[in-house]
């Protein structure tokens, strides 16, 4: 079964409404970042990335944002919906043999 | 159709057993990974490799040995379980190192 205390931080959100996530990385040489999309039982999912000579990306939906000064990264997903729930994660990607940097996770939850 | 795929899914055994995961992909790609994740979510690379070498090795316990028999295929062995061994085991790829990873539907390791 699913392990419980995951002590995860969680956002929860309206369907409807936009979601923000935050990530804050590590370091500050990283030139490419991705978020994933975990649902429950699956693997993570590429959503969108960002390399580190822009500052903002547009997907469908989703909005990646980049801030190298604070080294902050976030994702929008606009008009949240249910098959939005799951655990979101920020990554870096610290060198070119593509080693890459999880954050912790946010839990997204979708409430109608 | 699957693009990353690992077996087994489900893998419950006792310590001190050895025990072997298995990885492929079908979409041509020259970089696999296998990362650990642990029950608070946490992601981390263990091992990568290119074109069959190696070429992340992270700091992990030597009874771990990774085995590439082509460019398609990663598999994964541990030796001597330990309880500390349980954790969802997940394989990726990618199509040259330093770009998007796909991840396969991870393997759940259970050692009692």
């Known amino acids: 079964g699913e392990s419980v205390g995951l002590h995860l931080p969680t956002l929860s959100v309206q369907e409807g409404d936009n979601s923000i996530i935050n990530c804050a990385y590590s370091?500050?040489?990283?030139?490419?970042f991705i978020w994933y999309k975990q649902e429950s039982g699956k693997g993570p999912q590429f959503i969108i990335d960002?390399?580190?000579?822009?500052d903002k990306r547009q997907g469908q939906r989703v909005t990646v944002l980049l801030n190298k000064t604070v080294k902050h990264l976030s994702l929008q997903i606009a008009a949240t919906q249910p098959g939005d729930s799951a655990v979101y994660f920020c990554?870096?990607?610290?060198?070119?043999?593509?080693?890459?940097?999880f954050g912790a996770g946010t839990q997204v939850v979708v409430t109608p | 159709d699957t693009a990353v795929s690992q077996t087994p899914k489900y893998l419950v055994t006792q310590m001190g057993n050895d025990k072997s995961i298995k990885c492929e992909q079908n979409?041509?790609?020259?970089?696999m990974y296998w990362y650990k994740q642990d029950s608070k979510k946490f992601l981390k690379i263990m091992f990568s490799y290119n074109n069959k070498e190696l070429i992340i090795n992270e700091t992990v316990p030597n009874r771990f040995s990774p085995k590439s028999p082509d460019k398609a295929h990663l598999n994964l062995h541990i030796n001597s379980l330990e309880l500390g061994d349980s954790a969802v085991y997940f394989c990726?790829?990618?199509?040259?190192?330093?770009?998007?990873?796909?991840f396969g539907p991870g393997t759940r390791l259970t050692v009692l």
């Open positions: 370091n500050s040489a990283s030139d490419y």
């Open positions: 990554a870096e990607n610290q060198d070119s043999w593509g080693k890459l940097q």
């Open positions: 979409l041509g790609h020259d970089t």
């Open positions: 990726a790829s990618s199509r040259t190192s330093g770009n998007e990873q796909f």
């Open positions: 960002i390399r580190s000579n822009m």
